[in-house]
């Protein structure tokens, strides 16, 4: 009998150890649980404090290219109507007005353009500095024609081949 109630005990204490067992795994499972949501959530705010850098970064280049459109748009209205005249104030809103539509739509270059950057804004420099002077040579076209119909009386017989 002895044997019967010592067999019982060891069972009992066997399966109390099976139980112990099964639960350290339990809570094996929730401690690694936690651990890798706190990993996520931890991974998740790096990459919110990553965008909320990018986002002021992006913003800051939507606001030097809007400033630099605003320039050029300037540039290309007072080749052909130098009379015109816009204020700070104007520019201003103007550039605060086009900087959230290049934020939107992107203002910087694609990955995948990168390492083209420097040929690229060398590009646009010319193309602004090849524009700039054909506008310039334009006004001055206009200008010896004017001084050609004025020297002449504003008779419009003179002699045309030398104007254009």
Do not use: H
Request: glycine share 8%; with cysteine.
């Amino acid at each position: 009998m002895e044997t019967e109630v010592t067999e019982q005990i060891e069972k009992a204490v066997q399966e109390q150890d099976l139980r112990l067992e099964a639960t350290l795994n339990n809570l094996d499972a929730l401690s690694s649980d936690e651990e890798s949501e706190s990993e996520e959530l931890e991974q998740a705010l790096r990459e919110d404090d990553k965008k909320a850098e990018m986002s002021q970064a992006d913003k800051e280049a939507a606001k030097q290219g809007a400033l630099m459109a605003v320039g050029f748009l300037e540039q290309m209205v007072k080749s052909k109507l130098p009379m015109i005249e816009y204020s700070d104030s104007q520019r201003i809103q103007l550039s605060e007005k086009i900087a959230p539509v290049m934020g939107k739509y992107g203002a910087g270059l694609p990955d995948w353009l990168m390492p083209y950057k420097e040929e690229i804004e060398l590009g646009v420099c010319l193309a602004s500095f090849g524009f700039s002077t054909y506008l310039q040579y334009q006004g001055f076209l206009a200008q010896q024609r004017f001084e050609a119909d004025k020297n002449n009386g504003g008779a419009s017989g003179g002699d045309e081949s030398q104007a254009s």
